[in-house]
């Protein structure tokens, strides 16, 4: 592009990148290893109001109270609402596109009170609805990341 | 009540494009903040100190305060910089306005800017979201707002085809507005058509990327009149960010952190019915649907009577209560400066200098601001001063 | 006056300043430097009416950094809440006029950091425009190194002078609990520390830190006679040029600024006699002696000989950083917190190990961009 007969430059940052290595914490790492090991979801139990957590984190908010006490999540539950993603854009995890379309899900597995987010296998995208049955599909390796996960189904 | 009374006094927006590759971010922060200057008849040597936000990933510049010196004038000058995502622009409205009411400044330059251009706008808002939790299914804003969309569709029983009705609401009143970037009308017909992005929104009903910026001045009741013939008094903020899990949030809710912050604004105001004591209102509605449920949550009609206020063309110019006569977001969205355009533009309003996309009489302006985990901002602005 | 004499510092809280802190998320830092200061309060959440967070998206790998830890400073309570992206200084301020707009009556001010999680060189060249500046690879270490290069040229300053800030303030920070690193060293040691940016040895340069603080400023009558209100005097902030080129980078006119507007406020004439103690940013032992210039404690180029008299030490004149300062725990963002929190510490006599005697005046500092670029000047009294 030009503009009064000068070439309007722009500067690629091309192979730029800013590592991180993000902290998962105490509470998350519990979750993430019972995943791992024992195909296992947990929640946390506050002890004011009594809201079941997952994934797990040390304060609920609405309470600003600390919670200790862990309870077992099913692996099952229910989509509490989702969409499905058409567009194509960067995932900045990966520096690519990211393949697409794909089911993004708000879970409410068994046991719990906030929505655990994950993948949901659309292949019979009618029934991929609001209040739909889910189960997690876990996958053979697993590393203790979210993706030891490979996703939900529906089981309806 | 505020120790010092404070009024937005001048204000300055660039001509919104979505790539502007004749200036650079300091370049287009320096544009906003002149013409804010030449609205107020002020000079840089008028201001005392300034305020300045975006999202650092959208151009991944560190410490913009002490980037952007050029740009907002601020050379030897105390500059400060808020963010909070989406809400940037409301919380750099909001920080200008402590600024002069705590008497410590009388005349401060609220600046928000953003240059969508330079990024992937949605891997960037990607990076806003926790990495171990959110980032592998979030696909950003367009994602987390389709999720919602479809519970309020679900529960209340809306369709697509009334969520289509705020796109072409605020299309056609974005041609009243030089500024904005999309102005071009729109039909039901072409929002249904448009390409599906994320069930149930589809491209026409959301917000473009955009390159601009805004500047607003805010000045102490001793300089506000001398500045501004009718300047546009600030009656009360507020700004509610309750959540920071995705899946913590109450998707059936409508809004809940606008529910807590219009009910908070409105107990500090004195205002009891919205629909009727409010003449305008610019809302940061990122997307079509927003401008069903999250009216809902400003307390403009009962739990999913939304559309038949939207098909009964209350919020259009001209009716009881017009909603972003500038065209809003689903016409112009350069983010960090997107919630305080909206409260520029209620400003505008309350000054009287709106132009073609002026609502006549307008004396009390509501703007508010939308981001991060589904938290909300709102102002409200009169002709009147505080008691 | 400007109405901050109604303003008092009523509680702090602090994590100790590490290298890693592979236990806690940013949350978890927050809640623990929260749950602190409103116990140093005698307070509860419920006490408190509006929030300002602070952090950097840089630093934090992710946009909107503060979303983080909403959560675990009380923003789940739906209360009014904010964030400053820079040093906790500069938010303190914000949270400050948050009280005196009328608006609020008690502001907690939080900040976190975690500089283990990421590459400082990274990070820090992000600060650099990316036209002109970045590419040539410009980060905080090698910026630092051109400018106490300039520094020592211009006002004859040695290689020396500046390591003896590294040796004191290290000395000092062997008696505070919270320290990152204790442990002493000698003028030799410095001096023979790895070269890291010449003329910059290691033992010039602040460590890598994890870290969070908070504190909670009150504007409520009654929190003047509260056991710990510590009465803030004066605050001012400025910037200066961006464009390193732009600076003479020998001295710094944009602290002098905001010095001038926090003594003004203060009404200190002469801050070398009338502060009792300072707690400055020295992200670098040269800074230190640069900052004692803007600061006015001495004039310009009598940064050196002010160390060489001693006139900072625990036992001199005037001691600076008897916390340890930045060179012993450098957790950005809460850097300057923290500095807020040593001065109001050493004026409530509750320093501990490192508390000077007699303390009615202390001055706190923070920094935001490269070399100094914009400084927060604090003056908190009794
Ligand atoms: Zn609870």
Sequence with gaps: MTNQGVDLLTINSGEAEQPFCYTVGLEGSKFLTEIRDNKRFVGIKCPKCGKVYVPPRKVCGPCFTEMTEWVPVKDEGYLHSYTILRFAFLDPETGKEKPVPYGYAFIRLDGADTDFQHYVEIKDEKKVKIGARVRAVFEEKRAGKITDVKHFVVID | ?387 | MNGVEDITIIGVGQTAIEREKPADTFADMAYEAVTKALDDAGMSIDDIDNIVTTSNDFWDGRTISSMAVNDAVGAGLGKNITTVEGDGTFSAFYGMCRILSGSYKNSLIVTHVKGSISDNIHITNGIFDPIYMRPIGLDSLNTAALQMRRYMAKYGISEEQCAKVSVKNHANALKNPYAQIKKTFTLEDVMDSRLIADPLKLLDCSPISDGAAAVIISGEESAKKHKNAVKVRGVGYCADAYFLGDRDLADANALDMAASRAYESAEIVDPLSEIDVAEVYDAFSYMELMWYEGLGFCAPGGGGKLIDRGVTEMDGKLPVNPSGGLLSGHPVITGGLIRLIEACLQVRGDAGDHQVKGVKTALAHGVNGACGQSHCVWIVGR
């Design chain 2, 1 to 387: 009540m505020a120790k010092e009374k404070t009024a937005i006094v001048a204000t300055g927006q660039t001509h919104h494009r979505s790539s502007r590759l004749d200036v650079n971010g300091i370049e287009l922060i320096h544009e906003a903040v002149t013409r804010c200057l030449e609205d107020g008849e002020l000079t840089i040597d008028d201001i005392d100190a300034v305020v300045i936000g975006n999202m650092d990933h959208f151009e991944g510049i560190n410490y913009v305060d002490t980037w952007s010196i050029d740009g907002s004038g601020a050379f030897m000058k105390p500059i400060i910089k808020v963010t909070t995502g989406g809400t940037t622009g409301s919380t750099v409205g909001h920080c200008g306005y402590h600024l002069v009411a705590s008497g410590m400044f009388d005349k401060v330059l609220a600046i928000g800017w953003e240059k969508n251009s330079e990024s992937d706008t949605t891997a960037a808002i990607t990076t806003a979201f926790d990495p171990i939790w959110d980032r592998l299914v979030f696909a950003g804003a367009i994602s987390g707002l389709a999720v919602e969309a479809m519970a309020y569709m679900v529960k209340y029983g809306a369709t697509e085809k009334d969520a289509a009705r705020v796109a072409v609401r605020d299309r056609k009143h974005a041609t009243n507005n030089p500024y904005a970037q999309l102005r071009k009308e729109v039909s039901i017909e072409d929002v249904m058509n448009s390409p599906m992005l994320s069930d149930p929104i589809k491209l026409l009903d959301v917000c473009p990327r955009t390159d601009g910026a805004c500047a607003v001045v805010f000045a102490s009741e001793q300089y506000a009149e001398k500045i501004c013939d009718r300047p546009a008094w600030i009656h009360g903020i507020s700004a509610k960010h309750p959540y920071n899990y995705l899946g913590d949030y109450d998707w059936e809710d409508r809004l809940p952190s606008m529910q807590m912050a219009s009910k908070e604004l409105y107990a500090k105001a004195g205002i009891k019915e919205p629909l009727k004591e409010i003449d305008v209102m610019e809302l940061y509605l990122p997307y079509s649907c927003a401008g069903l449920s999250w009216i809902e949550a400003l307390g403009l009609c009962g739990p999913g009577q939304a559309p038949k206020l939207l098909w009964d063309g209350v919020t259009d110019m001209g009716g009881e209560l017009p909603i972003n006569p500038s065209g809003g977001v689903i016409a112009t969205n350069c983010i960090g400066a997107t919630a305080l355009l909206r409260i520029s533009e209620a400003a505008v309003q309350v000054m009287g200098r709106g132009g073609k996309r002026q609502v006549p009489d307008v004396n009390t302006a509501l703007a508010s601001g939308f981001g991060g985990c589904f938290w909300s901002d709102v102002t409200l602005l009169k002709s009147t001063k505080p008691k």
